[in-house]
């Protein structure tokens, strides 16, 4: 049971470059959720997916999307990279029961 | 939307001694607090959580605090050792919601 994965772990991008983030759960949970993470800001809801086939709006979804592939892959996409983008990506996921969420290692992404 | 401010940004403790963090919310629907613990290069992991109805929660070393009226919970670390030292987020959200608000993060050090 490896929990919640992301790929890959480290990814350096240009600008203008696009690139796609994985994430895979196998607890067989229903909401999994993008979040950014940049210093003295905390986790930021980027986009999160309450169930297989629904996608919503975070607090800062501008210039991402993403696909809620099936019940365990949930994917984030920076279509044109920028450099305000350089930050630490985590996915999470929820069974919908309890409000835990667990959270995958990350992604760290840097946009020259 | 929720607001989540926390307090301080870094805190230095000598092993033995407590620690506490404090956390503020501005939305009074929010009705679950979640404290997570992050380490280096890792996810952040749940370590506890309260929900309004009660005003204090205990497990071993670690106790969380909640004020509904003044809006504000905060983390107590008793005893703390060095396997304590890691960023700890405080979050807000309404049960079975989606999303949650985070602190901008403590990062505390036990010194041996």
């Known amino acids: 049971n490896a929990g919640v994965t992301q790929t890959p772990k480290f990814q350096v991008l240009k600008t203008g470059q696009s690139m796609t983030l994985q994430c895979a759960q196998d607890m067989n949970h229903n909401s999994m959720y993008w979040y950014r993470q940049d210093p003295g800001m905390g986790l930021r809801l980027i986009y999160y997916s309450a169930s297989e086939g629904t996608t919503d709006k975070g607090e800062v979804p501008n210039g991402y999307n993403v696909s809620r592939l099936n019940k365990r892959e949930f994917s984030l996409r920076l279509e044109s990279a920028a450099p305000s983008q350089t930050s630490v990506y985590f996915c999470a996921s929820r069974i919908g029961i309890t409000d835990t969420q667990y959270f995958g290692p990350g992604t760290r992404l840097t946009v020259l | 939307g929720e607001n989540v401010e926390q307090h301080p940004s870094t805190l230095s403790v000598q092993e033995g001694d407590s620690a506490v963090i404090k956390c503020t919310y501005s939305?009074?629907?929010?009705?679950?607090f979640p404290w997570y613990k992050q380490e280096l290069g890792k996810g952040p992991q749940l370590i506890i959580d309260i929900r309004s109805n009660v005003g204090e929660k205990k497990d071993q070393r670690i106790a969380v605090t909640l004020n509904k009226t003044a809006k504000h919970f905060s983390l107590h670390i008793t005893e703390t050792q060095p396997e304590d030292s890691a960023v700890y987020f405080c979050?807000?959200?309404?049960?079975?919601?989606?999303?949650?608000?985070f602190g901008a993060g403590t990062r505390l050090t036990v010194k041996p």
């Open positions: 939305d009074s629907a929010s009705n679950y």
């Open positions: 979050a807000a959200t309404i049960l079975g919601g989606n999303d949650m608000r």
